[in-house]
């Protein structure tokens, strides 16, 4: 760590934490209800718990994001953040509406619009604090003595992210009309340009784990952001095979998002094929895992789990099941989660000078958390194509097909222990770490970056 | 080998023409969209449905066009298939419409939010979805032939009471399937029960329907000639 606004970052990551830790109680509560043991429906009910637990991984992601961009842009620009003081206080002032938004939603305050639940005078409150952000980020790069295609990246992306928040809050009375904007702010948010955020933030980390050349890593950088946008802009086609749109989105988002796992696929040989050229043996060995891991899973889930879902002769059948949530967990862990965690993995040792990196329980977090998260991939898997069988193939009803598939909830319930048991662990790691109290490594060059020379 | 500068241009123009595609496709389908949509059947009425969805996030448990949570019934055509009467006891007391079942909240709506909301139900069932939800193709291979048309059964017996019961392996299971039940019980009890059924059983799960004197008639008269 080179400068010291760098380190307002802790206290996003520290955020992050704590906003994911809630959203795994959330999960069990779903997951307790699908399985029949809905104790709690009297104080949270289900859609309760549900826009809790989905609003949460929002805002947490974006509060990573947030801290990596923080951390990144000083180091990419080579200079101090331009306002370090508003950086602090639009974390805090994001906390107080995330707070306000999920206490709400306890008391039948939201709109009811999957993922964008917050209610719309809060909605304004985001607008807000993400131009501040934007603001903040941009300046310092504008003023920065160096300008990379690596924060360049990272700007764009931030800002397309905060400008397509926009179309979500168009009023209309038509729910097709509704829905098609909704999508523009979701699809285009996680098939677009958040994986914008995601390439300028693996570069990043591709650069300083690998020992790559800038210059190749930031070539390849162009050719994947490239192809997620070839894919991911058309592909939205497949939020509008089935909603009132006109019938060539499913041509469309069909041949579109079949492209798409060409970009995930891209990311990952990217990454691994940087890893393995790099001759530099970076201590930090864990937050390579998580990098390298990244790129895989969201292949897997993203990419791959998103190809097969919509096909649109598939998802005539899945569009609307427990399949979509089996897409949604893995994509969205190895995609974002992941992400930013390898970013955390790097930067806190850095920001606190607690070099815990190597240690069992961070490795056990990794391998724990992955397997835990592909057990519960699976168990969706069964649970969502049983009930594609049964009430959409042979037309048994509703709830009679869902108690046929409570015991796949068990099996869910597990495997999410499973994945908790690994990121309480990676908590654990991370409070052990302590505080942002870190030395500078003041003058230093590119490519020292506080870790030795390894 | 791609240089730096190509790799920038395949990414300035590939991205420029697809979000040019995009936003024309955008354009044209909401050219598109009031004659798809029957938009000029959103009432007002039909619009405070909408609000009411939303403000309730309805959307947290139920799907719509297949959008939502997967918790709870898709409901794009559950006003052709449950009709007016059986949405309007769900939104009085969804607790007593499935005792003992997974459950949904009480909201005590009004009578003119039940219609609002009914009017809304309505409309999405008249929106063209290119196809959703697929008519269910598996079940004449998986039973053969013996699988019953739905037909010759009375609209209020497949809207209301196939949604606990059964027949001819059609329907709900949490009540017992009706196939006979007219060789089981006379029309008097059938009468007696459909008025109020705890009347009859006093541990009976089943509420009392909003039923109007003229369709217990019509039930009952159904009912009593099931005998096998």
């Known amino acids: ?454 | 080998m791609l240089s730096r500068s190509q790799a920038r241009t395949f990414f300035l123009v590939g991205t420029a023409a697809c979000t040019f595609a995009f936003v024309g496709l955008t354009v044209d389908t909401f050219g598109q969209l009031p004659s798809r949509t029957n938009a000029s059947a959103i009432t007002p009425e039909v619009a405070r449905g909408k609000q009411l969805w939303d403000e309730n996030n309805c959307m947290g448990c139920h799907t719509l066009f297949g959008e939502g949570a997967y918790y709870a019934p898709e409901l794009t055509r559950v006003y052709e298939r449950r009709g007016e009467y059986f949405i309007r006891a769900m939104l009085v007391d969804p607790a007593a419409m499935y005792p003992g079942e997974r459950k949904m909240q009480r909201y005590d709506f009004s009578i003119e939010d039940q219609d609002a909301l009914i009017a809304f139900f309505r409309w999405a069932g008249t929106v063209d979805l290119n196809g959703f939800p697929a008519t269910p193709n598996l079940m004449p291979l998986a039973v053969g032939d013996g699988v019953a048309a739905t037909g010759g059964r009375p609209q209020l017996f497949n809207t209301m009471c196939l949604a606990c019961h059964a027949m001819d392996g059609q329907g709900g299971q949490i009540g017992p399937a009706l196939d006979g039940v007219g060789g089981r019980l006379d029309a008097v009890y059938l009468r007696r029960w459909l008025e109020n059924p705890t009347a009859v059983k006093a541990d009976s799960r089943m509420p009392v329907l909003p039923l109007s004197d003229a369709q217990i008639d019509e039930l009952v008269a159904f009912l009593s000639q099931q005998k096998d």
């Open chain 1, 1 to 454: 760590m080179r400068f010291e606004s760098q380190r307002v970052a802790w206290w996003f990551f520290a955020t992050c934490m704590l906003l994911f830790t809630l959203q795994l109680v959330y999960g069990f509560i779903l997951g307790f209800a699908h399985a029949g043991y809905d104790g709690l429906h009297d104080v949270i009910p289900f859609h309760t718990a549900r826009a809790t637990h989905t609003n949460l991984l929002v805002m947490w992601l974006l509060c990573g994001f947030m801290g990596a961009a923080y951390f990144i842009i000083p180091d990419e620009c080579d200079r101090e953040l331009y306002w370090p003081g508003l950086a602090k206080l639009q974390l805090a002032a994001l906390v107080v509406v995330g707070v306000t938004a999920i206490i709400g939603f306890h008391f039948n305050w939201w709109e009811g619009r999957k993922f964008l639940e917050i209610p719309r005078p809060l909605d304004y409150l985001v607008v807000v604090d993400v131009l501040m952000f934007i603001a903040n980020i941009g300046m310092t790069v504008w003023k920065g003595r160096r300008l990379t295609t690596t924060s360049m990246v990272l700007f764009f992306g931030l800002l397309m992210a905060a400008l397509l928040y926009l179309p979500g809050m168009i009023p209309t009375d038509n729910q097709t009309i509704d829905s098609y904007w909704r999508w523009w702010v979701v699809h285009l948010w996680v098939e677009g340009v958040w994986e914008l955020i995601m390439g300028g933030i693996l570069s990043y980390l591709l650069i300083k784990l690998t020992g790559v050349d800038r210059e190749v890593v930031e070539k390849w950088l162009y050719v994947i952001v490239g192809f997620t946008f070839l894919s991911g802009i058309l592909g939205t086609g497949h939020h509008y095979y089935f909603i009132g749109t006109p019938r060539y989105w499913l041509l469309v988002g069909g041949l579109f998002s079949a492209l798409e796992p060409l970009a995930f696929l891209g990311m990952a040989i990217y990454a691994i094929s940087m890893a393995k050229r790099g001759g530099r043996r970076h201590p930090n060995k864990i937050a390579l895992s998580w990098t390298v891991g990244c790129a895989v899973m969201s292949f897997v889930g993203a990419g791959f789990l998103g190809f097969a879902h919509t096909l649109p002769q598939v998802n005539l059948y899945t569009h609307g099941t427990l399949v979509t949530a089996m897409h949604g967990h893995m994509a969205f862990w190895g995609a974002y989660a992941m992400l930013v965690l390898a970013i955390m993995a790097y930067a806190v040792p850095l920001m606190t000078g607690r070099h815990l990196h190597a240690s069992p329980a961070s490795t056990f977090a990794f391998w724990t958390s992955n397997i835990g998260m592909i057990a519960m991939t699976l168990a969706f898997a069964v649970a969502g194509i049983t009930q594609v069988v049964l009430e959409r193939r042979v037309g048994m009803d509703f709830i009679t097909v869902q108690k046929e598939i409570e015991v796949h909830f068990w099996g869910l319930i597990l495997a999410a222990g499973l994945f908790t048991a690994g990121i309480l662990a990676q908590l654990w790691v991370f409070v052990r770490s302590g505080l942002p109290v870190g030395d500078l490594v003041s003058g230093a060059r590119e490519g020292e970056d506080g870790y030795g020379a390894g």
